[in-house]
T-cell receptor, first 110, second 115 residues
Framework: RKEVEQDPGPFNVPEGATVAFNCTYS??????FFWYRQDCRKEPKLLMS?????NEDGRFTAQLNRASQYISLLIRDSKLSDSATYLC???????????WGLGTSLAVNP | EAGVAQSPRYKIIEKRQSVAFWCNPI?????LYWYQQILGQGPKLLIQ????????DSQLPKDRFSAERLKGVDSTLKIQPAKLEDSAVYLC?????????????FGPGTRLTVT
């Protein structure tokens, strides 16, 4: 089993749709969780950290389920500009090394 | 605030040649990371520095890859000799404090093609 797994997609949704991505992780001792966004041929940028209580930033909601070892990202009212790859990142271990998922590709269509 | 700087942006070399990449992190960031990102995959951590010490280099192919961070600021990553499978984007990132707890800021990357 991979340390961090994501559905690669692609997810094709119309503008205004709600879309959700899940990411599972194998290390139950994982401590920190993040969603990064990467546009085509660009570097990754932090979208949001994921907190135990769940957190929201505008149209984006992130949730953590420690019991089932997954995190999720919900995007409401999708915009064309949301088209990108969304990378799930988990840190664990004494040095909290970051483990990256392969990413989920999202295409929002007009 | 200036971001993470990397050079060159693109590099094409033949297999068995050597190549070096340079990274200048955001001022004041103690932690510096080098990642390899192959097309269609997420970034893979090659090496992590805290100031000028190595925190993690477990995934660095040490027979051909080397990295240094003299004086705890700039860093260079070298590949010698290059193989075809080294074709990838090499990303440098920095953060205020390491150990995965704080946001990483990435440079634009160096796109390496080995022919």
């Amino acid at each position: 089993r991979k340390e961090v797994e994501q559905d690669p997609g692609p997810f094709n949704v119309p503008e205004g749709a709600t879309v959700a991505f899940n990411c599972t992780y194998s290390n139950s001792a994982s401590q920190s969780f993040f969603w990064y966004r990467q546009d085509c041929r660009k570097e990754p940028k932090l979208l949001m950290s994921v907190y135990s209580s769940g957190n929201e930033d505008g149209r984006f909601t992130a949730q953590l389920n420690r019991a089932s070892q997954y995190i999720s990202l919900l995007i409401r009212d999708s915009k064309l500009s949301d088209s990108a790859t969304y990378l799930c990142v988990v840190s664990a271990g004494n040095n909290r090394k970051l483990i990256w998922g392969l990413g989920t590709s999202l295409a929002v269509n007009p | 605030e200036a971001g993470v700087a990397q050079s060159p942006r693109y590099k094409i070399i033949e297999k068995r040649q050597s190549v070096a990449f340079w990274c200048n992190p955001i001022s004041g960031h103690a932690t510096l990371y080098w990642y390899q990102q192959i097309l269609g995959q997420g970034p893979k951590l090659l090496i992590q520095f805290q100031n000028n010490g190595v925190v993690d280099d477990s995934q660095l192919p040490k027979d051909r890859f080397s990295a240094e961070r003299l004086k705890g600021v700039d860093s260079t990553l070298k590949i010698q000799p290059a193989k075809l499978e080294d074709s990838a984007v090499y990303l440098c990132a920095s953060s205020l404090v390491g150990q995965g707890s704080y946001e990483q800021y990435f440079g634009p990357g160096t796109r390496l093609t080995v022919t």
